[in-house]
C-alpha cells in the first residue's frame, strides 16, 4: 500500500493535492529551474505532471511526491521515483528525480529528500536498482546524485533519444544505485 506521505527532520513528501498546483506551475515556467530541460512547462503541461504522478501512485505505487518544506508549510518542489520511458540502453528501469523552485536549492533539501524515497524504493517497493541521469552540464544534480550514493560509470553516458543531435542538453550522465 502507498503511503500519503513520507517525512525527514526537515521535509514532508505528500501526494499531491489542488493546492499544490499553482505553486508548481510557477517552478515549471521558471527559465532559470528549467535551464537543464528542453523548455519551461505551461500550466496544461505542469498539471498533466501532477496528474500522470498520481496515476502512477494509484496503479504502480511509485510516483512523484509534492515536497513541503515543513518549518514553513511551503511547496519547494517534487522528488519520486518514476518508470523512465525513454528509449535507452538500461531501461526499463526505475528512475529517481528531483525539482525545486529556486529559492529552496542550496539547503540540501534534495539530497535528504532522495535518501527517504530510495529507502522507500527499495524497501517497501522492493526495487533492485534505481536510475537518475541529467544532461552533462546539470552539475546540481549529479552531485545530488553523488551525494545519495549513486555511481557514475562514464560508458553508461547516453545521448538523450528525444533531443535533437547536437541540442546544448543531449548529452547524458546516468548514475545508478542498487538495494
Known amino acids: 500500500m502507498t503511503p500519503r506521505e513520507l ?11 489542488d493546492a499544490d498546483r499553482a505553486a508548481f506551475a510557477a517552478l ?18 505542469s498539471n498533466a505532471v501532477v496528474d500522470r504522478a498520481e496515476a502512477a501512485f494509484e496503479k504502480q505505487g511509485l510516483g ?13 518542489g517534487y522528488i519520486g521515483l518514476w518508470q523512465a520511458t525513454l528509449e535507452a540502453h538500461f531501461t526499463p528501469a526505475i528512475e529517481i528525480g528531483w525539482r525545486f523552485a529556486k529559492e529552496f536549492w542550496g539547503n540540501g ?38 551525494r545519495i550514493g549513486m555511481t557514475h560509470d562514464p560508458a553508461d553516458d547516453f545521448d538523450h ?3 535533437e543531435p547536437g541540442h546544448r542538453l543531449e548529452r547524458h550522465v546516468l548514475y545508478r544505485i542498487s538495494r
Not at 526537515?10 to 493535492?17: A, E, G
Not at 512523484?64 to 519547494?76: D, G, H, K, N, Y
Not at 524504493?121 to 533492485?128: A, I, N, P, T
Not at 541529467?134 to 553523488?146: K, Q
Open 109 to 146: 533539501y534534495a539530497t535528504e529528500g532522495a535518501r527517504v524515497v530510495l529507502a522507500d524504493g527499495f524497501e517497501r517497493l522492493g526495487v533492485d536498482e534505481i536510475v537518475s541521469f541529467t544532461a552533462t552540464v546539470n552539475e546540481r544534480s549529479w552531485r545530488v546524485m553523488e
Open 161 to 163: 533519444p528525444t533531443l
Open 28 to 45: 515549471n515556467a521558471d527559465p532559470v529551474v528549467m535551464e537543464h530541460f528542453p523548455s519551461t512547462l505551461t500550466l496544461e503541461q
Open 7 to 17: 517525512r525527514t527532520d526537515r521535509l514532508r513528501l505528500h501526494r499531491w493535492t
Open 64 to 76: 512523484l511526491w509534492a515536497v513541503e518544506v515543513t518549518e514553513s508549510s511551503l511547496f519547494a
